[in-house]
């Protein structure tokens, strides 16, 4: 025992006398989360929040009468069926090049698959105006096949044709890009079985595949019906903005304010801001449910 105390007694005495205390714990919590949600919450409101709520507490300053009166009006009303016709066409062509592009590419490896994700992702990163300008030069009257869309009496330019395919364009890539993750996680594991079985490929497809991917697929549906509703840039390059002919909803906007009829634009505005918000609520119980089935 006395030998025992002994070695106890030299080994603290051969600690080093500056060695570091033990951390201890506090319960103090920092402040760096609280400061960083209030920056988000300021930065949201002063960017988004405050600008859509004078929308609306402009729009409805004299109460409904006034939008009433402009839904009334027939650019008005030209203009919203023009934007849901293009949204309605251009919904399905993107869903149908979404869920071949996505299942080229997650179940197959070729040369060039990359660069078709890069081309798919172009819309992402191109401005608008450029893909509209794009178009111009392609189908316009001195663009590459202008000639011969003139002598064939077709007209791409400053019609419903170029404004749906600028639509399609800006709207192309949500679909593919939120179905080829899906796809990546869910394997091929149940589509091998189902072969084995005598299943046919079509079979696979709508049996197997769609049931896993139906969240991220109406997920990339709601995005793109919302983009295709609401682009700008690129139809008011190839529309002409023409009235009762090539004015889409947004582009109505536009042209009422700089008319300063300000309760027409606004009662625009609003019609769009409640597509946006729908849209919304829609891609909230989206993730929602994706991320239950996921878990």
């Known amino acids: 025992m006395a030998n025992l105390n002994s070695s106890l007694n030299n080994f603290e005495g051969d600690r080093p006398q500056n060695s570091p205390e033990p951390i201890k714990s506090t319960d103090k919590k920092s402040l760096a989360p609280a400061i960083l949600i209030a920056i988000a919450f300021l930065y949201l409101g002063l960017v988004l929040l405050l600008p859509a709520a004078n929308v609306f507490v402009t729009a409805f300053s004299k109460g409904f009468a006034p939008i009433l009166e402009a839904i009334k009006q027939p ?3 030209n ?32 040369p060039g698959k990359s660069l078709l994700l890069s081309i798919i992702d172009l819309p992402f990163s191109i401005s608008p105006v450029v893909a509209g300008l794009m178009i111009v030069l392609l189908y316009g009257r001195v663009g590459w096949f202008g000639s011969w869309l003139e002598t064939n ?22 679909i593919a890009r939120e179905v080829i993750p899906v796809l990546d996680e869910m394997g091929t594991d149940q589509e091998e079985a189902a072969r084995t079985l005598g299943a046919s490929d079509w079979q696979i497809f709508w049996k197997i595949v769609i049931p896993n991917i139906r969240w991220g697929l109406l997920y990339g549906l709601v995005l793109t019906n ?32 700089k008319q300063y009829e300000t309760e027409v634009a606004y009662s625009a505005a609003v019609l769009l801001a409640l597509l946006a918000v729908v849209t919304l609520i ?10 239950k089935k996921q878990s």
């Open 282 to 291: 829609l891609k909230e119980i989206l993730e929602r449910k994706t991320n």
């Open 153 to 174: 009496d077709i007209k791409i330019v400053f019609a419903f044709p170029g404004m749906l395919l600028a639509t399609i364009f800006v709207s192309m890539p949500f």
């Open 79 to 110: 203009a919203i069926k023009l934007t849901f016709t293009l949204a309605i066409i251009a919904l399905p062509l993107n869903t149908i090049f979404g869920l071949s592009a996505a299942w080229a590419i997650a179940r197959n490896k070729f």
């Open 75 to 77: 650019d008005f009303q």
């Open 226 to 257: 919302a983009r295709a509703m609401g682009e700008f840039g690129a139809v008011s390059v190839v529309s002409g903005n023409i009235a009762n002919k090539t004015q889409s909803l947004p582009l109505f906007v536009e042209e009422s304010y």
